[in-house]
C-alpha cells in the first residue's frame, strides 16, 4: 500500500475564536489577509446571527465561528476527532469522537454547521448521513468547502467539489442551495498571499550568528510587496463587488434543509 510522505511546508495556521480584544484584533487583522476565512465568516455572520436552538459544530477546531451565535438564544456544542490536535487544535469544550458514528440521537440538533471539514474527510457521505440523522426534521445544515485551496493538513487533505457533485452528495436533504465565496480574482489573490507568506515564514535566523541572514528572501518580501497589496484589492473586490468569475471561486458554502 502506497503512501503520501507529509511534505507541508506552509501548514495553514490553525484558527481561534475572537474571546479576547487581543484575539479579536488578529483575527480581524487575519481577514484582511486570508481571503478564504473572510469569505467564510462573513457568509456566516449574515446566516448565524438570527440562528437559534440547539447547534452542532462537527469538526469545530478551536470553535472560530461560535462567537457569531448568540449565547442567550443557542445552546452549541462542538465535535472533532482527537488528531486535530496534531494540527493545532486543542478544544477544551469540544467533544472527540471517531469522525464516523455522531455521538448524539436521532434529531437531536436545530442547526448543524461544518465549516472547511468536508474535504479532510475520505468517505465524505458517511459524514453527511450522520449529519443528516441527527438534524432535526426542519433543521438547516450549513457547510463549508474550498475550492481554490492548496494541498493542506497533509495527508488529510482528499477532495475538491463541483457545484454538480455537492448536489449529488447533499441529495437526501429535502432543499439544497450552493453559493460560491468570492471569484476567481479572489482565488489569483489568495494564492499570492500565500506565496508571498511562504517567502517570508523561510526568513530565519542562522545558527551562527543569530541575525536574519536570508537577504533574497528579504529582496523578494519588500519588491513584492505592492503586488500583495495589488492582489489583495482586486481579491476583495471580487468578494464584495463579484468582480471576476464565480466558475472559479474560493470555495463553495452549501445551505440544506431537512
Not at 501548514?11 to 476565512?37: E, K
Request: charged content about 20%; glycine content about 8%.
Amino acid at each position: 500500500m502506497s503512501t503520501i510522505p507529509i511534505s507541508e511546508g506552509f501548514q495553514p495556521r490553525a484558527h481561534w475564536a475572537p474571546t479576547t480584544p487581543f484575539r479579536r484584533f488578529l483575527f480581524y487583522l487575519r481577514l484582511s489577509a486570508d481571503l478564504q476565512t473572510n469569505t467564510i465568516y462573513f457568509d456566516l455572520r449574515r446566516r448565524l446571527r438570527a440562528t437559534t436552538g440547539r447547534i452542532l459544530d462537527v469538526g469545530c477546531g478551536n470553535s472560530p465561528f461560535r462567537a457569531l451565535l448568540n449565547p442567550a438564544t443557542t445552546d452549541y456544542q462542538g465535535i472533532d476527532v482527537s488528531e486535530a490536535a496534531d494540527f493545532g487544535y486543542k478544544n477544551p469544550d469540544t467533544i472527540y469522537y471517531d469522525g464516523k458514528v455522531i455521538p448524539f440521537l436521532d434529531q437531536a440538533f436545530d442547526v448543524v454547521l461544518c465549516t472547511e471539514v468536508l474535504e479532510h474527510v475520505a468517505n465524505p457521505e458517511e459524514m453527511i448521513r450522520e449529519i443528516y440523522r441527527v438534524l432535526k426534521n426542519g433543521g438547516t445544515g450549513i457547510v463549508t468547502i474550498p475550492w481554490s485551496a492548496r494541498f493542506h493538513y497533509q495527508p488529510h487533505d482528499y477532495h475538491r467539489y463541483t457545484p454538480s457533485m455537492l448536489a449529488v452528495l447533499f441529495s437526501r436533504f429535502g432543499t439544497c442551495r450552493i453559493a460560491p465565496r468570492g471569484t476567481d480574482l479572489s482565488s489569483i489573490a489568495s494564492k499570492v498571499v500565500v506565496g508571498y507568506l511562504r517567502n517570508i515564514s523561510r526568513i530565519k535566523p542562522t545558527h551562527l550568528t543569530g541575525f536574519i541572514f536570508s537577504p533574497w528572501r528579504i529582496l523578494i518580501a519588500i519588491v513584492a510587496a505592492p503586488v500583495l497589496l495589488l492582489a489583495l484589492l482586486l481579491g476583495h473586490c471580487g468578494i464584495w463587488f463579484g468582480l471576476g468569475s464565480t466558475d472559479d471561486p474560493l470555495g463553495y458554502t452549501i445551505v440544506v434543509g431537512k
